[in-house]
Each structure stands twice: as structure tokens, then as C-alpha cells.
């Protein structure tokens, strides 16, 4: 999956993608770069909140700003899975950029609820992190000091930083052109 902040594009590269699998590389994709940012949010996620029992709200994922997925460059029926919508009700895809046949399957829950198991049908301990992960970026308080950028966690401890730097890789904090995490 490639994100493409310049023409608000989220490429696919397989025929088979989850909303969630959509968010989680989202949220990966800001926290490896913070010039990433600079593009607008991409998309927001509701739901995932514990119900308790091992039950859980599923989670619906709104693409923002004119922001879509396109499949990838081949013919082939392309199955969607989870809650993926955009913020205006359009439709969340756009066509590829050959001439390619396209099939969209879009696979939904029809409960108010997604039960957590063992067997693979609900949100892996990996999604579930990441939907807390990302969570947290969002928002839950930053600061810039020292040249760095440092997201905290609940507790107040930092929970990712990222280390700015001019376009000549001189630390800054005025002219950010990329960031490394450390």
C-alpha cells in the first residue's frame, strides 16, 4: 500500500484490503515521517471502543479531504472489508490509471458490534494496538523542544519522537524538511 499525500491517494497493491489494514498503514505511514502530516489528515476511525465481554464497536474508517484509494494497476476483483467511507458519502475509490477492469466487493458488518476471537475473524492483537497506537497520536498532546518532536503518551511519558531537520539535515526547528524517529 502506497500513500501518495501529493494527489490524495491511497494505492493498493493487493486485490484484497480491510478498512482497518487501510487505517493501520495510515497511521504507520505518519509516524515514519512527520512531513507527512503536512498533506492534511488523510482519513479518522470511530468505534473499536471495548464493550466489555470480549465485544467490540466495530470501527469505521471516513477518508478526508478528497482523499480515496485507488486498486492496484490490474484487472481483478478487488474485495474491501470493514466499515470505508468518505466524509462527503462519495464513493471511496477512484479508477486506476490503465485501462484495467475492476470489480469491487465490498464485505461489511451488519451488527452494532464485532466480537474479539482467537480464530482470526476479529481484529488481530496487532490491529487492536495499532488502533490504540493511533489514538494516542492523534490526540493526545505533542511538543516541539530541542529539535525534536515528541508525541506523549497518557501517562505524560513520550511515546514516539522524531528528530527534525532542514533540508540539508541540520536540526531545526523552523524549516522542517524531513524527520527521523529514534
Known amino acids: 500500500m502506497i500513500f501518495d499525500g ?3 491517494r491511497i494505492i493498493l497493491t493487493s486485490s484484497s484490503v ?10 504507520v505511514w505518519l509516524s515514519d515521517d512527520s512531513n507527512n502530516a503536512r498533506w492534511g489528515l488523510a482519513m479518522t476511525q470511530v ?11 466495530p470501527i469505521y474508517i471516513f477518508l478526508k ?6 486498486p492496484m494497476e490490474a484487472s481483478h476483483a478487488l474485495v474491501i472489508t ?12 477512484v479508477n486506476t490509471l490503465g485501462n484495467f477492469n475492476v470489480i469491487a466487493q465490498y ?10 476471537t482467537s480464530g482470526g475473524t ?8 495499532a488502533i490504540l497506537m493511533s489514538r494516542k497520536i492523534l490526540s493526545n498532546s505533542k511538543e516541539i523542544k530541542d529539535n525534536q518532536l515528541t508525541v506523549y503518551d497518557d ?23 524531513k524527520s527521523e524517529r529514534i
Open 65 to 70: 479531504s478528497g482523499w480515496k484509494v485507488r
Open 107 to 116: 464485505t461489511v458488518p451488519v451488527q452494532a458490534q464485532a466480537m474479539a
Open 18 to 27: 480491510s478498512a482497518t489494514q487501510i487505517w493501520t498503514e495510515y497511521m
Open 122 to 129: 476479529g481484529l488481530t492483537s496487532e490491529e487492536h494496538e
Open 155 to 177: 501517562d505524560n511519558s513520550p511515546l514516539i519522537v522524531w528528530d527534525l531537520k532542514d533540508k540539508n539535515g541540520n536540526a531545526t526547528e523552523n524549516s522542517v524538511f
Open 47 to 57: 468505534g473499536g471502543d471495548d464493550l466489555g465481554g470480549g465485544l467490540y464497536i
Open 82 to 93: 470493514g466499515n470505508l467511507f468518505t466524509e462527503d458519502g462519495s464513493t471511496p475509490l
Open 6 to 8: 501529493a494527489t490524495k
